[in-house]
């Protein structure tokens, strides 16, 4: 089953932030972002700017714009941050006529709002005027509530953390439309994370369905990607040299880090001259938690999945040891479908990334997809049921070939 895209409205009275958590929540997740205040007529804003406040008369065109906003993204399956101050319950019902919102309400005291506005120059809300916001205020009953006096990277890294983790479905006419979609996507996310943190972890897929994307990524936006602060990883490996022409590592190399400017010291293949092939797993284990941390799996920024017909995802297949694996990170990986031996992250070090991305296309996926989504698929017999990003969102990224069994919710 489909699912609707996540169109997020951060709700709250001027000087609660709507703006720069709109502003930032969007750069982190690579979604456009709408700020309401930019739809008010002009005689609204005059009247704002002279310290009138409006009616609900003069917000009903204005409220109007904007569904009308959030129900073309929700038709073209856009994921969307909006910012808003929707106050009442009533504006708040006339937004979510016939779509599915997600409520940030950012919440805090008069106060802290008020020496906030007081600093402000442009904006056109007067802190003499919060007060009659905060009188109209009735609090959203359905909205995840951020106190806004934390830091607003600290309140990104919490939204982000408890939007719906549910997967979302993309769905484009070929492979060549979902590359380049998906390379547009992945370009926001980097750019986000390079922006918040500094640099940008990257798991790559093995298979074919990603060498468009790789392509893509490496081509048209070569010159936006900050490569020297992006590193890549590997999701999963044959256990083969990394030369061999199964390797995943060398088609990746061959499709995209060999045509862009990314230090060597920033990709990190798993080491398949280890042997045997647990004293690999356990080797880049150890890496993945020298470059993230030792917490509790690797937060990668990106992490890019393919399914198998069978619905297995990176080399996590039905019915082996590693669908079982809770706690290691990486494992050995073999099963009668593939008598090559692997390597693989397990389902649960996966599921630590903030974006995944799955890429699926053609017909003879289109079984496993049904399967990887339906909400009571069972993991152990379709592991990519279960992809979830414990701190982030999943994107299925298909083509309608692979789509075809799916239905919109
Ligand atoms: C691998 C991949 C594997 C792949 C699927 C889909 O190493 O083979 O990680 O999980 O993503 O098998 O492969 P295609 O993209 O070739 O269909």
Redesign the pocket.
Known sequence: MAVDPLIVILVGVSGSGKSTIGTRLARQMGWPFLEGDTLHSPASIDKMSRGIPLTDEDRRPWLSEIHARITDAARRGVDLVIACSALKQEYRQTLERGVALTWVHLKGSEALFRSRLQQRTAHVMKADMLASQFDALEEPSNAIVIDASATPDAIVEQLVRQLPAEGRLRVAADVDELSAKAAAAAVEIIECAVAARGRCSVAL??????RGFHRVLGSQFRARVPWAQVHFFW????YVPLDHADS?YRMARETLLDHVPCPPSNIHPMPTHLSPAAAAAAAYEKALREHFGDGVGPAFDLNI????EDA????VFAGSPAVEEQERWVVDAHTDADPQL?LTLTLPALSHSTNIFV?V??AA?AGALRHALAADSDPHLYPAAGIRSAHGTVLWWADSASARFIRPS
């Open positions: 897929s093995g298979g074919d369905t990603p999701g999963d490996e044959r995943n999945l393919g399914i198998g297995h995802t990176a080399s692997r890429l296309a053609g996926k």
